[in-house]
């Protein structure tokens, strides 16, 4: 009978070793442990034997019953897990986030074009000067020998402020009004620069922006000369663009200088591209600030960073500056 017991475990622990789910484990369960197994059938038949042989009968039925029961554990301690794995990989979600290389952000070209040309003019010992967006009639043209019959006042395309008598705040149409400020506030000798933010009626095109920025120069001092002005001028555009583009003066009018002229600067193929306007100090504005233009003398100019950022960087349209697309933006 114990023969056969061993034989019968061999073959379970053989079948156990193989089966493939917990069903087949069941089956095989109450195939060799049920009621009607070998087994249980032969410890019935424990109480037929002999005393004598009864003993060791009972031990070795236990021995093979406990192992066809660790064979039977074993299995199923190997298909759980393998049905767990099972399980995991099938609720499996993928975290796994991608994202583009992270890009650190830079400053908008008109601001490096805006802090280059401080720059350029700090090194030449300037310094800079702001005023406010907002202005009176009185800096923004009066003081700047622009009265208010003056035709020249309708040129400037002025944003007009609806706060107190008509037209007289407003937007202020360039940076010249930060030269009457300065004199107002400060002695001669005078060298500053003044960059910020301009208004205009202009309908934005390819080379307009309503919303501009310009940056006025104005130079008061003992002796100063119309060479002055044409050295400065050369000297920050070549220090601006490099050295092989030239300049140029042109004869031209602003109620505030005189003699005016506009300043262009040459391309690569040899032609020129109006920048800006520029001038000695009108007399009359020296006055409008207290300054007596017979011990002083000045010059000034002014001109759009914009406008200069668009060249120095070949932009096709004066708006992309404006649009904020950072396929543009990214490349400077
Ligand atoms: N304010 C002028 C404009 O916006 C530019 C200008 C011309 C400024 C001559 C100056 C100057 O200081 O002297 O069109």
């Known amino acids: 009978m114990i023969e056969e017991l061993e034989q019968t475990a061999a073959g379970a622990t053989a079948r156990l070793a193989d089966v493939e789910d917990l069903d087949g484990l069941a089956a095989l369960d109450a195939e060799y442990l049920g009621k009607k197994s070998a087994l249980t059938q032969a410890k019935k038949q424990l109480g037929e034997l002999a005393p004598e042989d009864r003993k060791a009968a009972g031990q070795a039925v236990n021995e093979i019953r406990g192992r066809i029961e660790a064979a039977i554990a074993e299995a199923r301690a190997r298909l759980t897990s393998a049905a767990r794995a099972e399980q995991l990989e099938a609720e499996r979600l993928d975290l796994t986030e991608t994202r583009d290389e992270i890009r650190r952000g830079s400053l908008h070209l008109v601001t490096q074009a805006r802090d280059r040309l401080e720059d350029v003019f700090v090194g030449m010992g300037y310094t800079i000067a702001e005023g406010p967006e907002v202005e009176s009639a009185w800096y923004n043209f009066e003081a700047l020998n622009i009265p208010e019959w003056h035709p020249a006042r309708g040129s400037f395309d002025t944003i007009f402020v609806n706060l107190g008598e008509p037209e007289q705040v407003m937007l202020r149409s360039h940076t010249s009004p930060v030269q009457i400020r300065t004199m107002e506030n400060q002695e001669p000798p005078i060298y500053i620069v003044a960059p910020g933010r301009t ?134």
């Open 199 to 332: 208004f205009r009626t202009d309908t934005a095109d390819a080379t307009h922006l309503p919303a501009f920025n310009q940056i006025e120069g104005l130079v008061v001092d003992r002796g100063i000369t119309l060479g002055d002005l044409a050295g400065t001028i050369d000297e920050f555009v070549r220090a601006f663009f490099g050295g092989e583009v030239k300049t140029r003066l042109r004869p031209s009018y602003f109620p505030f200088t005189e003699p005016s002229a506009e300043f262009d600067i040459s391309r690569p193929d040899g032609s020129w591209l109006e920048l800006g306007g520029c001038g000695m100090v009108h007399p009359n504005v020296l006055r409008n600030c207290g300054i007596d233009p017979d011990e002083w003398q000045g010059f000034a100019f002014g001109f759009g960073i914009d406008r200069l950022a668009v060249m120095r960087y070949q932009l096709d349209d004066i708006r992309e500056l404006v649009n904020n697309d950072v396929r543009f933006l990214r490349q400077f």
